[in-house]
C-alpha cells in the first residue's frame, strides 16, 4: 500500500487561527492520573492525518470550517470537580471525556480505523463494583474479571483477607495470593491509592478499570435491626454510602454469600452473585456427545454421501448444513422405522465435510469386555472411548446406576492385563464426606482411602466372579489378588509434582473438584497415560460449588472438539429398578 503523506501537508491546510487554539486547563482531580490534554491532541491529530490524508487534500474549505484540534478541544470540557472522597467519578468523568473526543471527530475526514491491539472502547457508563471477601477468597484473580469497570473494596474488607490468610486451606492460601496480588498493584510506580490504580499496571491487560480502597469514613445510616458491628453490614453501609455519592452511577454489590445479597436487595441495593466462575449457566446446556441426526438424512444426504472400508469400520463423507454443529468424536445415530440404522462417530471435520466412522458394538457377547457387555447405546459410545488408545482424556457423566465405575473398570482391566496397554491403573476420588465427618482414619495412604473406595469393592466384586459362573474359592481369591495388585490408590492430596507413566487413571466422584483441582491432576498425565474423569453433577458434596461452577463441568467444556478427547453423558440406569424409579422421583 502507498505510504502516507506527511503529517506537514496535513498542517499546511489548516486555518491560520487554529494553531493559536489552546485546550482548556483540566481538572486537577482528573490530571493526576491522566496524561496532559495537549499530547493526547497531537496524537489524534498526527492519526487522524495520516489515515485521512487523502480525504484533506480534497476537501480543504470543510477542514478550515472544522478545524481538528479546535473541534476536539470543545469535546474535552471538563466534569464539575468532585470531593476528594470520591476518587471514582473521576474515572467515569474521564472516559465521558474520552468517548466524546473520539465521537467529535470532523465529518470531513474518513474514520480511521481503531489501532491493532487495542480494545473497542465501552459502550455505556461504567459501573462500579463493591467486592465482598468472599469473592476474592473464592477466586483470588476476580480483580481483573470486571472487564473496563472499577472495583472498590472497604476496609473491613481488607480486614478480613487479613483474618483469612493463616493454614493451609484452599481459603488461606487464596487470601494470600489476594493480598500479593493487591501489593503489587500499590507497588508500580507512579500508582497513586488516592486517586485508584490501575488494573492493568501488571500486565492483565483484560482488565481496563481501576481499583479504589476506602481511604476516609463514609457517611450511612442502616436499620437499628442490623448491628454496625458485623462484617456484612459494613459492607452494605459503604455500598449504601457509594451509591448516594456518586449517583447517577451504577454501584452494585458483588458476593457469593446469598444471605447478604438477600439483605441488599431488601435494602434498594443493587447485587449480584459472582459468575465468572460459572462455566455454563443451567446445566441443561452442558455438551452431552451425542447428536440425533434429523429425520430426513437419508432423503437428502444419501445421495451425497461417499462411503469406503478401512479394517472393521465403515466411513461415511457427509455434508449439507449439519456440519457447522459437528465436533471431533462427537457421536451421532440414526434411528426411524423402515430406515437403516446409523451409529457413529464423527473423526475428521474438513470446511463443509465431516467423516462419520462405525462403532464397534460391545453389546454383543463376542466384543465383551472383561465379561461385561454394554446395555444401552450410551455405554456402548462410552465402551467405545475407552477402549480407543487414541483416546487420551474421557469424561463420563451420568445418575447414579448408570455403569459409569463398572465400564471404566472393565476397560482398563482389559488393557492392563490382557492388552498390556498400560503398566496399572491408579484410581481416586475426592474425599468429600455426604453427612458427617467420622474422624481421622488409620493406617497408611491406601488404608485411609479404602473407606472412600466402596465403589470400587463393589465392581471389583462383580468383575471378579465373571458372568455369574464361579471358578470356586481358590479361583475368585487368585483372581482377586492379580486384580489388587495392578490397582493402586492414591489420595488427592499428594499428587501434586507427580507424573504417570503409561497409567491408567480413574477420577471418581469428579464432580466435587473444583476447576484447579481438575487441572491439578489433568496435567500429572505423562506420555502413554490415559485419564477417566466420572461423576453426577446432581451429587455435589462440596460446598459453594454448583453444576455451572464443578470442574468436571468445566474439563467437559473445555475439551469438547479436542482430537484426543471424548465424553458421554450416560442417560438410563442398569443398576436395578428400584435405583432407576429413586433416581426419578426423589
Known amino acids: 500500500m502507498p505510504l502516507p503523506p506527511a503529517p506537514s501537508r496535513r498542517a499546511a491546510l489548516l486555518a491560520p487561527e487554529a494553531f493559536e487554539v489552546t485546550a482548556r486547563p483540566r481538572v486537577s482531580q482528573t490530571s493526576a492520573n491522566e496524561p496532559v490534554a495537549a499530547p ?13 490524508g487523502s480525504a484533506a487534500l480534497a476537501t480543504p474549505a470543510a477542514l478550515v470550517a472544522a478545524p481538528l484540534i479546535q473541534v476536539e478541544t470543545q469535546a474535552r ?149 442490623l448491628p454496625p458491628g458485623k462484617a456484612d453490614n459494613q459492607i452494605l453501609g459503604v455500598v449504601e454510602a457509594l451509591r448516594k455519592l456518586h449517583a447517577p452511577r451504577e454501584v452494585v454489590l458483588v458476593s457469593k454469600d446469598i444471605n447478604m445479597r438477600v439483605k441488599a436487595r431488601a435494602l434498594g441495593l443493587n447485587a449480584e452473585d459472582y459468575q465468572n466462575d460459572k462455566t455454563l449457566e443451567d446445566g441443561d446446556l452442558l455438551y452431552a456427545g451425542v447428536l440425533a441426526l434429523p429425520p430426513d438424512f437419508w432423503a437428502k444426504s444419501g445421495k451425497n454421501v461417499e462411503s469406503w472400508q478401512s479394517g472393521a469400520h465403515t466411513y461415511y463423507r457427509i455434508g449439507g448444513p449439519i456440519v457447522p454443529q459437528l465436533m471431533i468424536n462427537q457421536f451421532v445415530y440414526f434411528e426411524a422405522p423402515g430406515e437403516p440404522s446409523l451409529f457413529a462417530r464423527v473423526s475428521e471435520i474438513r470446511e463443509k465435510t465431516a467423516v462419520l466412522q462405525t462403532l464397534k458394538d460391545y453389546g454383543s ?146 464432580q466435587n473438584l473444583t476447576p484447579k483441582q481438575m487441572k491439578t491432576l489433568i496435567t500429572r498425565a505423562g506420555p502413554g497415560t490415559k485419564i477417566i474423569c466420572m461423576g453426577n453433577l446432581a451429587q455435589i458434596d462440596t460446598p459453594y460449588l454448583t453444576e455451572g461452577s464443578s470442574g468436571l463441568t468445566y474439563a467437559v467444556d473445555r475439551f469438547k472438539g479436542w482430537p484426543h478427547s471424548g465424553h458421554i453423558t450416560l442417560a438410563r440406569g442398569e443398576r436395578s429398578r428400584l435405583a432407576d424409579f429413586a433416581s426419578e422421583v426423589l
Open 365 to 510: 457377547a463376542k466384543n465383551a469386555v472383561w465379561g461385561v457387555t454394554t446395555r444401552n447405546r450410551e455405554q456402548n459410545y462410552a465402551m467405545n472411548l475407552l477402549m480407543d488408545p487414541e483416546i487420551d482424556f474421557v469424561t463420563l457423566t451420568g445418575t447414579a446406576g448408570t455403569g459409569k465405575t463398572l465400564l471404566a473398570l472393565a476397560a482398563g482391566l482389559t488393557q492392563v492385563l490382557d492388552d498390556r496397554r498400560y503398566t496399572e491403573i491408579i484410581m481416586t476420588r475426592a474425599t468429600v464426606s455426604v453427612g458427617e465427618d467420622i474422624g481421622f482414619l488409620p493406617g497408611t495412604e491406601e488404608e485411609k482411602m479404602g473407606p472412600w473406595m466402596g465403589a470400587l469393592d463393589d465392581n471389583l466384586e462383580f468383575l471378579a466372579k465373571g458372568d455369574g459362573g464361579y471358578a470356586g474359592y481358590w479361583g475368585r481369591a487368585a483372581t482377586n489378588e492379580l486384580i489388587r495388585s495392578r490397582i493402586k490408590i492414591k489420595s488427592m492430596n499428594f499428587m501434586r509434582g507427580r507424573t504417570f507413566l503409561n497409567k491408567y487413571v480413574i477420577i471418581d466422584e469428579a
Open 40 to 52: 493526547v491532541r497531537a496524537a489524534s491529530a498526527t492519526r487522524t492525518g495520516r489515515k485521512a
Open 77 to 225: 470540557v471538563p466534569e464539575p470537580a468532585s470531593s476528594p472522597t470520591t476518587p471514582t467519578a473521576r474515572a467515569t468523568g474521564t472516559r465521558k471525556a474520552r468517548t466524546t473526543s473520539v465521537t467529535a471527530s470532523p465529518s470531513a475526514t474518513a474514520p480511521a480505523p481503531a489501532p491493532r491491539g487495542k480494545k473497542a472502547a465501552p459502550q455505556g457508563p461504567t459501573k462500579l463494583f463493591v467486592l465482598d471477601t468472599n469473592v476474592l477468597l473464592h477466586d483470588p484473580t476476580s480483580l481483573f474479571r470486571f472487564e473496563e469497570h472499577d472495583i472498590f473494596l472497604p476496609m473491613i474488607v481488607l480486614e478480613e483477607l487479613d483474618g483469612h490468610k493463616k493454614g493451609m486451606t484452599e481459603v488461606a492460601r487464596n487470601g494470600r495470593q489476594t493480598s500479593r496480588t493487591l501489593d503489587a498493584l500499590a507497588g508500580v510506580q507512579g500508582a497513586d491509592i488516592a486517586h485508584g490504580l490501575k488494573l492493568d499496571s501488571t500486565g492483565q491487560r483484560a482488565a481496563g478499570g481501576h481499583l479504589f480502597f476506602q481511604t476516609a469514613p463514609l457517611d450511612y445510616s442502616l436499620p437499628t435491626s
